[in-house]
């Protein structure tokens, strides 16, 4: 695998212009709350709504044009599913992006809006994977995959860039990162952009009871779990890849686990103390640090907030709901 | 009235590294609901979550040691109130705030954890700026005003200078300007910052059947209005300065109204399009560009987000509304 900085560089310079420098935002009442001084890098407020146009996009400019004439697919809950949508519109490509029936509203919406055609699948009765690989063959698409690709982890490493500049302009020396975690690549991509200047301790954060990376990196192989809770679909993904399990592994990573109402709490956090919304899997690595005092407390922390397309109904329960974390 | 770019950039020195540079966020989603290309200085995102802090830091910075430590006074429903009560503890001076007894509690909360002594009044019975000059009086402090103080004005006006640099770097040429109104601190400050070197036509939004500033401004004289419903609290004053009007007046304004639905669709737009959590009040100048398809279609426009101290409650019953402003 060919996959370092030099790559990560090479995927800033391409999407330079067409994606947001999210700014790495921080609250005295959010420290409070965490004991921990906190820095928040901001990619709900990206272009999409999440980090995912960082990746879709270096791949999509990185096809020849005939692939992207033929068209894309991807399958995804939404947050992929939208940043390839709007990769393959700024692009000139088309996008058949694969969904679950139960993908929240918002997503949906997003993906249509930017051009996307829609395929919905059965979560509890097909395989996506599956499901997805059937239209490339059937129509002749170029799969863009969620995170196992170095293209797509490169892309999203490029949020890792703009943390170590917005780390040397607050004149910064972080402890720890903490990144959500599905199937890696957002936290493969980041931890090589940043590693290689900052001795921060590396954490990604998991669906307690779905510790999929936490056992691919104890036993050095991609392993299963089965379907996370639609809740956190963010953070959803049932397996790793092989690419983001290499490149995680030169890193020494501890993986943490969160509930739904550990994540709940922190888009109450985010809401209260930032004026940001999260989705459930967004909130994913600050849910851990106002989880983990142990872990966290007295240190500077930075925390990827990945995305915040959440359905109205559903922040509003979550709102109203005071259960703490 | 010493009152001009010289002061901004004064005030803007006082306070730098103390305060946020806000983004300024943008999103096609919202562009195709506004028709225009719309540019959102999310002030939100600001310490204490509202523009205020950069003219009440200000106002603090300006004071004598002896002024400081004998203690600082604001009538305010919360966003100055929590400002003051910021600036005080950052510079070593106590703050006192009056509010109404029907403050939004996150403001109120905000005031207490900065710090600040918050003494109630009764909105219906009592003027807030009676009841703060006695206190002024009786225990010896300095009155920090919400607007109608060159200090603050100039403090207000930093935002102003972070717009003129964000519409370079981005190559923006924007047609129009949009900010909220309550006293007319904020839109003189920002105002006097970018017409200085951009040539965009200017917009304040006040309450419907609340035009203070409209009235103002017509009639060259400070104009009063009965007390504004407590929904838009943050544009809630009834009156406006002699300074902001002086230095309001230099500029070829436009007063426009909104009604609270209108605020309202403006809140969930920032929502699904943004990410962002604005207040009903911080909401005004968006929701003039969302129901002002006549003044705004097709133009560049400029608005300022300027605050998102909303209570959970508040927020979840206007996502819950779905009522078209």
Redesign the interface.
């Known amino acids: 695998m060919d996959f370092g900085t030099e790559t990560i560089r090479a995927a800033a310079e391409r999407i330079h212009g067409r994606v947001r420098r999210?700014?790495l935002?921080s609250?005295?009442?959010l420290d409070?709350a965490t004991g921990a001084t906190v820095l928040v890098k901001a990619e709900?407020?990206q272009?999409t709504?999440s980090f995912k146009i960082r990746g879709a996009l270096n791949v999509l400019l990185s096809l020849t044009d005939a692939e992207r004439d033929a068209g894309v697919l991807a399958f995804s809950t939404g947050n992929h599913g939208q940043a390839v949508a709007a990769s393959a519109r700024m692009t000139g490509s088309r996008a058949t992006i694969v969904m679950p029936q139960d993908a929240p509203r918002?997503k949906v919406d997003g993906v249509r809006?930017w051009g996307g055609e829609v395929v919905f699948y059965d979560p509890a009765a097909q395989d996506r994977e599956v499901v997805g690989r059937d239209l490339v063959a059937e129509r002749g698409l170029t799969l863009v995959h969620p995170y196992d690709d170095v293209r797509t982890m490169a892309g999203q490493g490029t949020a890792g860039l703009e943390i170590l500049d917005q780390l040397r302009e607050g004149g910064h020396a972080p402890d720890a990162i903490v990144l959500p975690c599905s199937g890696g690549g957002l936290a493969s991509g980041v931890l090589e952009a940043v590693r290689s200047e900052v001795d921060a301790a590396p954490f990604v954060v998991e669906r307690e009871g779905y510790p999929k990376m936490a056992r691919s990196l104890a036993t050095g192989r991609v392993q299963q779990v089965p379907a996370v809770p639609a809740f956190l679909d963010a953070i959803g993904s049932p397996t790793v890849g092989e690419s983001t399990l290499a490149a995680l592994s030169r890193h020494p990573v501890t993986a943490l686990e969160l509930s739904d109402d550990q994540a709940r709490l922190a888009m109450?956090e985010a809401?209260?103390t930032?004026?940001?919304?999260?989705e459930p899997g967004g909130s994913a690595a600050l849910a851990a640090v106002l989880a983990r005092r142990d872990r966290f407390a007295g240190k500077t922390v930075v925390v990827l907030a990945s995305g915040?397309?959440v359905d109205?109904?559903v922040?509003?329960e979550v709102?109203?709901d005071a259960t703490p974390g």
Do not use: C, D, Q
């Open positions: 999210t700014p935002l609250s005295p009442m409070e709900a407020l272009l709504g918002i809006w109450r809401f209260r930032l004026k940001l919304v999260l915040g397309n109205a109904s922040y509003s709102l109203a």
